[in-house]
């Protein structure tokens, strides 16, 4: 079940009617959702539920829904599991057999996406990058070549590093920096991922919570490359047994592209020995 992202208006009525009638609610925070539920009258009794008791806490709460008692689960902010604990609490319910539902509400991921300006047809959602340069760096490589647009979360502090590593690995795609959804200082920055990197290595670290959005990646810049690296591979076999204008000739052949450009291209591999 969805919590607001910042707004406690965000919460569907659905939601609402469940946190009432439910015997009890899981929750991140007790004192986050007791904010939530002083806003809205709701007494249901609530127990903690969060990465540090979640192993001891999840035979608890199998107990009680096996014994026939219904719970919710919330997270301090937008939909349960998306980056917030909760996955092994419904895996674990599956395999018992408890049937479980949802009530879907925001998650920033969405909200962000649909704020931000990119295809929306295709997306993935990356979570949180790792935290070092180099992990960073091999995280965003993987995913350079998702045909959607791609979405993070970050925290303020990285936003900074996050943005010049986006820009050195992916170049210059049009992305969004979506702080503050849904909340009083809600902010929308849309610009080219250099661009970005570039405001945020000079800015402030800015205040509260930020997702990014970058858009995919151009197909024919994409085919370009792929169609450069087969034709590598294709010269490069052919040099190394026949003279240079035997493997033009050959490679030539082969590709049906003019052989001026495979001439050129072999040059360049030649030069790069
Ligand atoms: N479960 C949440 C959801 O459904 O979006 C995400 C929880 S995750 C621990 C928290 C991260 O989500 C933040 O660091 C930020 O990257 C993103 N986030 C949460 N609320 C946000 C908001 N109002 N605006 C922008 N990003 C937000």
């Known amino acids: 079940m969805s919590t607001p992202i910042g707004n406690a208006g965000d919460i569907t009525l659905r939601a609402l009617d469940a946190l009432r009638r439910v015997s009890a609610v899981a929750c991140e925070d007790t004192r986050v959702t007791m904010k939530l539920f002083a806003l809205h009258g709701i007494a249901t009794k609530l127990i903690a539920y969060h990465d540090h ?22 997270s301090d902010a937008g939909t349960p599991l998306i980056s917030d604990p909760g996955y092994k609490l419904v895996r ?10 949802g009530m879907p509400g925001p998650a920033a991921l969405i909200d962000a996406l649909v704020l931000a300006g990119m295809p929306t047809d295709r997306f ?37 590093d996050c943005l010049a590593d986006l820009a050195a690995g992916l170049g210059d795609r049009p992305a969004a920096v979506a702080r503050e959804l849904t909340k009083r200082f809600e902010e929308l920055r849309r610009d080219l991922l250099p661009a970005l990197a570039a405001h945020y290595a000079k800015a402030d670290t800015p205040k509260g919570e930020v997702a990014i ?8 810049a994409a085919a370009t490359a792929e169609e450069t690296a087969d034709l590598d591979a294709l010269l490069t076999g052919a040099m190394a047994r ?28 030649g030069r790069g020995k």
């Not at 674990?92 to 539902?101: R, Y």
């Open 53 to 74: 008791n979640a192993e001891h806490m999840r035979p608890k709460l199998l107990e009680k829904l096996k014994s026939g008692e219904a719970l919710a689960l919330v």
């Open 92 to 101: 674990a319910c599956l395999d018992a057999g408890i049937a479980v539902t």
């Open 124 to 160: 993935f959602f990356a979570g949180f990058l790792p935290a070092k340069k180099a992990g960073r760096r091999a995280a965003i490589a993987e995913l350079k070549a998702v045909p959607g647009s791609l979405v993070f979360y970050e925290s303020p502090r990285r936003l900074a």
């Open 213 to 220: 959005v970058v858009g995919p990646p151009d197909k024919k």
């Open 242 to 269: 026949l003279s240079l204008r035997d493997a033009v000739a050959n490679v030539t052949a082969a590709t049906g592209l003019k052989r001026r450009d495979v001439y050129q291209r072999a040059l360049t591999l």
